[in-house]
């Protein structure tokens, strides 16, 4: 059963930093894409950063420059690394994938598969 868990999240101060992790199991032919998000309550799921199995990433506005999505060498575990975190940041966190193919694109309806989230909160 293929399975995606989130951890990493919890409290941080205002201009903090935070390293979530995604580790990914069942996948038995790979993982194309993987992907994390966030959702404020009363808000869209917001798309932050994707990597392909290559190595290729994307950023949303959101987090470009201060954030950095990388894998493992197994390519089986995402990270996302939050730099100069402030309130507008707290929210759920959450893994997606698609174990078929990559367009690098930050849209939810690409990914198929989801964690649980972790949560994620700044206070100033």
């Known amino acids: 059963q293929r399975r995606l868990v989130e951890s990493g999240g919890g409290s941080v101060q205002d201009g903090g930093s935070l390293r979530l992790s995604c580790v990914a199991s069942?996948?038995?032919?790979?993982?194309?894409?993987m992907a994390w998000f966030r959702e404020i309550p009363g808000k869209e799921r917001e798309g932050l950063a994707v990597?392909?199995?290559?190595?290729?990433?994307r950023y949303a506005d959101a987090v470009e420059g201060r954030a950095t999505v990388d894998r493992d060498a197994a390519k089986t575990t995402l990270y996302l690394q939050i730099n100069s975190l402030s309130p507008e940041d707290s929210a759920m966190y959450y893994c997606?994938?698609?174990?078929?193919?990559?367009?690098?694109?930050?849209?939810?309806?690409?990914?198929?598969?989801w964690g649980q989230g972790t949560q994620v909160t700044v206070s100033s």
């Open positions: 990597s392909d199995s290559d190595g290729n990433t």
């Open positions: 997606a994938a698609n174990s078929a193919y990559c367009v690098l694109g930050l849209g939810q309806t690409l990914y198929p598969d």
């Open positions: 069942g996948y038995t032919y790979g993982l194309a894409c």
